[in-house]
């Protein structure tokens, strides 16, 4: 059984978002694939998720509650549009970033592939004096989700690490 994590900083949380919410969200955003999934399937697509969310760990404003909490939220001194998020819960859309990279999952995408860089990362065409590098384009799986970090961008420290504050000039 998917235990969800509540706001009180559970040391066993496996997920932010329940099968319940999972099912609401896709249910109205129009995701006929999800609902067509065992519930099985769906506890593991929201571990993943959650998996890939810890990605996020350096970039999250504000410090975790509680010393022994398995997940990152709940945390405090969190501050989303000049308003502190209570650190008793789970903000609505952290619960829908994880959701939406749990459908990804659930479809059958890994959201942490090994990244490759190739063997052959640079090349060089060296013609006389002039010399050009082609470098090989690699991606990095932080900015893989764009609607997800997106969605998630106010919650992270101005200077996408835990130990930030966002500064706002009056």
Excluded: H
């Amino acid at each position: 059984m998917l235990i969800t994590e509540t706001g009180a900083g559970l040391p066993d949380a496996e997920s932010y978002a329940s099968i319940a919410a999972a099912d609401a969200r896709c249910a109205s955003l129009g995701r006929t694939a999800w609902a067509a999934l065992a519930e099985a399937d769906k506890e593991i697509a929201l571990r993943k998720s959650t998996l890939f969310m810890a990605t996020y760990r350096t970039r999250w404003a504000g410090r975790r509650v509680y010393q022994k909490q398995a997940l990152d939220w709940p945390r405090y001194n969190v501050v989303v549009d000049g308003f502190t998020v209570p650190s008793t819960g789970v903000p609505a859309d952290v619960v829908n970033a994880c959701i939406d990279l749990a459908v990804r999952a659930g479809s059958g995408e890994d959201l942490l592939p090994d990244l490759d860089t190739g063997s052959n990362a640079i090349k060089k065409d060296k013609t006389g004096p002039l010399e050009t590098e082609y470098f090989q384009n690699t991606t990095d799986a932080r900015e893989r989700f764009v609607a997800v970090d997106a969605l998630l961008a106010p919650y992270f420290g101005s200077a996408g690490g835990g130990n930030s504050i966002k500064v706002v000039r009056a």
